[in-house]
Every structure is written in C-alpha cells, then in structure tokens.
C-alpha cells in the first residue's frame, strides 16, 4: 500500500524567508500524481501545487516550488517570500491513476506558523 | 462557478445514531469523493462515485454508504455511530476521473 509521511509536525518562518516542507512517499508503480494542498482554518483543501511522475521537471507556481526526487521518493515544497496567509496546515498527496479512482493517500501534514 | 458546498457545518450525535451529510458539486462535475479527517491527521478516502456509481472504496466498513444524485448533489450515509466516527468529513467533486479536485469546507461530526 502507498503511505506518505511528512516528518515535521510544525514549521515556522519569519515574514519574507524561505521554508521547505518535507515529504516523502512508499510506492512501487513508476506513474503517480504528487500533490501539495494547504488547509487553512475554514477547513477547505485547497490545492498548491501538483507534479506528475513521469515530468523531470520541477513544478512551479509562483511562489511555491517543489523538489522531487524520485529515485529517492521524496517531495518537498518550497516556499519563497512567505505571507501571513500562507500560514495553515500542509497536506502531502500521493495519488495513483490506474482504476480511475480520485483516491488520493495522504500524509498527516505541517503546521506552518508565519511570524511578522 | 458556485463551488462545493456541504451541510450541515457542524453536528452532533449520539452513540448508536445514523447520521446524513450532504454535498452540492459544481455544476457538471460528474464524479465525487469523501474523506474522513480525524482531528491531527491527514484526510483518509472513504469512497467515489462516477455517474452516481461507486467506483472506488478505501478501508471503511459497509455502514458507511453514500449516493450521488443526478443534480450533482450527494450523501454520505453513517449507520450505528461509534465514537470514533467523530471527524471532519470532506466532500470533493471533479469534472471527470483525473481532473483537478475541488473541495468543500467539510462537516464537523462529534459523536457522544
């Protein structure tokens, strides 16, 4: 089965730094979906960015970028010129795209804390 | 777009108890999934369904049970509460198998 650990319970960064999110995955196909979403307290994942398996390329979204490392199974998301509001929980996901199922496999998350 | 809606917010229920929550998709979006958030974990998939068919479970037993409705709207049915069923229960839908996944704010159970 695939599991995806995230091994920082909580993380903080002062207003403007940088911070990266570690997450690394279990899985024996070679075509996956990796996803990092953000949990603000309202409750609703909303997606921060997403990586296909098979692009070498690191996926970017304005702010928010990725390392992944495939051999090595890990995916961590980087955050640039942090913002109060990008202080919430982040989740890691792992989904596999055989079966047609949306099932995505997360991790238990990373509290992030923004300092002013 | 009018998002994804649940109801209720919040709801409380006693040990025993079926419980009904509800989940309006976007318009068009033709597959919907659930999950259970227990309080400091990460979300866990409960089931989907595609054009109101179950196409996918995780590891949940068969009291819980869900409907997906032609107006994109759906239910995800408790039966026989137990107090570990108290959790954040979200409610995602896609356009189609694959596509991005849009969720709503999540209905908070408390079992007693």
């Known amino acids: 089965a695939q599991t995806v650990t995230q091994s920082q319970p909580e993380m903080s960064v002062q207003e403007a730094e940088t911070v990266t999110l570690s997450c690394t995955y279990d899985?024996?196909?070679?075509?996956?979906?990796l996803f990092w979403y953000k949990q603000p307290p309202s409750r609703q994942m909303i997606l921060v960015i997403r990586q296909e398996a098979y692009k070498q390329q690191n996926a970017t979204e304005n702010r928010f970028s990725v390392n992944f490392q495939k051999a090595a199974k890990s995916f961590s998301l980087k955050i640039s010129d942090s913002q109060l509001g990008d202080a919430a929980m982040y989740f890691c996901a792992y989904r596999n795209p055989q079966g047609g199922s949306e099932k995505l496999v997360f991790g238990k998350g990373t509290k992030l804390t923004v300092n002013p | 777009e009018t998002g994804v809606t649940q109801s209720p917010t919040h709801l409380i229920k006693t040990r025993g108890q079926q419980v009904t929550l509800r989940c309006s998709s976007q318009?068009?979006?033709?597959?919907v999934s659930w999950y259970q958030q227990a309080l400091g974990q990460g979300p866990q998939f409960i089931f989907q369904y595609y054009r109101e068919e179950e196409n996918g479970r995780g590891n949940f037993p068969p009291r819980f049970s869900g409907l997906q409705f032609p107006n994109y709207s759906s239910e995800l049915n408790v039966n026989a509460l137990e107090l570990d069923d108290s959790a954040l229960y979200l409610c995602a839908s896609s356009l189609e198998v694959m596509t991005p996944l849009h969720f709503g704010n999540g209905t908070r159970l408390t079992v007693t």
């Open positions: 318009s068009g979006h033709n597959t």
């Open positions: 899985t024996s196909e070679s075509d996956y979906y």
